[in-house]
C-alpha cells in the first residue's frame, strides 16, 4: 500500500498550488479521502474530506471557499487545489485514506507547503 504525495512546495501569500495524492495497492474507490495538515508545533488537523459514494466534501472552516478537495477514481488519486494561499497554511500537508466503518486506514508522506513572501 502506497500513498504519494506530490506539489508542495514555496509560493507567495495569494498564489496557488495544487497537491495531488497518488494511491495504490488498495481499492482506491472504495475510500474515503482526506487531506491533513500539521504546521510546527502544532497539531495534526482535518483539511478536507471527500467521500467515496456521493462524493461530499467537506472542509475545514478557515479554508472554505478558498481550497477545494477532488478525486478521480480512474487514476486513484486525489488532489486539493488551494488558492488565495496564507502564510498561517504553511504546514506538512499529508493524505489518509480510511475504509468506512472499518479499522483500516493509510497515511502518506506528507508534502511541505511554505506560504511566505
Known amino acids: 500500500v502506497q500513498l504519494v504525495e506530490s506539489g508542495g512546495g514555496l509560493v507567495q501569500p495569494g498564489g496557488s498550488l495544487r497537491l495531488s495524492c497518488a494511491a495504490s495497492?488498495?481499492?482506491?474507490?472504495?475510500?474515503?479521502m482526506s487531506w491533513y495538515r500539521q504546521a510546527p508545533g502544532k497539531e495534526r488537523e482535518l483539511v478536507a474530506t471527500?467521500?467515496?459514494?456521493?462524493?461530499?466534501?467537506s472542509y475545514l472552516d478557515s479554508v472554505k471557499g478558498r481550497f477545494t478537495i477532488s478525486r478521480d477514481n480512474a487514476k486513484n488519486t486525489v488532489y486539493l487545489q488551494m488558492n488565495s494561499l496564507k502564510p498561517e497554511d504553511t504546514a506538512v500537508y499529508y493524505c489518509?485514506?480510511?475504509?468506512?466503518?472499518?479499522?483500516?486506514?493509510?497515511w502518506g508522506q506528507g508534502t511541505q507547503v511554505t506560504v511566505s513572501s
Open positions: 489518509k485514506a480510511v475504509r468506512v466503518r472499518t479499522s483500516i486506514y493509510y
Open positions: 495497492g488498495f481499492t482506491f474507490s472504495s475510500y474515503e
Open positions: 471527500i467521500t467515496s459514494v456521493g462524493y461530499i466534501t
